[in-house]
């Protein structure tokens, strides 16, 4: 891939845009600094000046929770930001939101990826300000190689936040509670996180290897025989609605990230 926009630049270097950072740093034709309150481990330039970030950068990632958001778009409407892309992942945020500061001209792209973009996994969602723009067509490439990307309108920003942002954190809520179960064996920790991973990563195997030919409905019968055990558990997730209450997980998630946008628009 031919990147003409080479020079990344972090707008606060922590969870996400260290993930971005791990998930990209092969790129050889990339390069890579950062801006934050305090200097970190990571062998990239730091620049305690958010100027002068500006000035090394072609892509500007606004890296910042959504509460300091609007402080450092503050910053940035007075940096020269002519011919330089903004990509925002900040839960909650409008591309609207972002060019109230910087002008409907600068070139915004809003993603919503989740942290394992940093192993080439996410799943991210993708909307801009400019969808023919070449700029905006690159990112989307370079998206590309951190996992999947869809393009999505802005509207369903919320529900894929909740389900593929906040996902990782609620499937690993579910696997704590097969760990807490384990407990009664008495096996060290590390070890009991050892055997999850291998039931998480066999699950996931088999899913990945039939999804094509079979439903998840049908998968789960595959596991599961008449008057057996895997049938006495589903049947008590079904009388329970254990699947309706976790629904109410993302149902919540999915209402804070539209309230974090109706509190900041
Ligand atoms: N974490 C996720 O899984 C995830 C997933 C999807 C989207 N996002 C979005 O990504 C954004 C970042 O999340 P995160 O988890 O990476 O947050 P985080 O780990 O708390 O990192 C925030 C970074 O912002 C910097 N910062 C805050 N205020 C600053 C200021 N005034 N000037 C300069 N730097 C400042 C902090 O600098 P210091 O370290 O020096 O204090 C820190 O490096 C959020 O808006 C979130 O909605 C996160």
């Keep these: 891939m031919n990147m003409k926009q080479k020079r990344q630049g972090f707008i606060g270097f922590g969870n996400l845009t260290k993930a971005v950072y791990r998930g990209l740093k092969e790129e050889r034709e990339l390069s890579f600094s950062y801006f934050a309150r305090s200097k970190k481990e990571e062998p990239i330039p730091f620049y305690e000046k958010l100027d002068d970030l500006v000035a090394v950068s072609d892509v500007l990632w606004l890296g910042v929770k959504p509460q300091d958001l609007g402080g450092i778009l503050e910053q940035l409407k007075y940096c020269p930001l002519h011919g330089k892309t903004i990509v925002s992942p900040v839960a909650g945020k409008s591309i609207s939101y972002i060019e109230r500061y910087l002008g409907k001209d600068q070139l915004i792209i809003r993603i919503m990826p989740n942290l394992a973009m940093a192993y080439k996994k996410s799943v991210t969602s993708f909307t801009s300000n400019r969808p023919d723009d070449e700029k905006a067509k690159e990112i989307y ?124 628009d």
């Design 141 to 264: 490439m370079l998206l590309g190689k951190l996992g999947k990307v869809v393009e999505l309108e802005e509207e369903g920003f919320d529900l894929f936040t909740s389900v593929f942002g906040s996902g990782p954190a609620f499937i690993l809520a579910f696997i704590q509670i097969f760990k807490d179960k384990m407990q009664e064996f008495n096996l060290p920790g590390p070890l009991l996180d050892e055997l999850l991973l291998e039931l998480t990563q066999g699950t996931t195997l088999y899913f990945a290897q039939n999804q094509k030919d079979y439903s998840i409905e049908e998968l789960i019968r595959n596991i599961t025989s008449k008057g057996g055990t895997t049938q006495a558990g589903l049947e008590y997730f079904r009388n329970q609605q254990i699947g309706k209450h976790f629904e109410g997980v993302l149902d919540a998630a999915r209402r804070r990230s539209e309230e974090m946008r109706k509190n900041g």
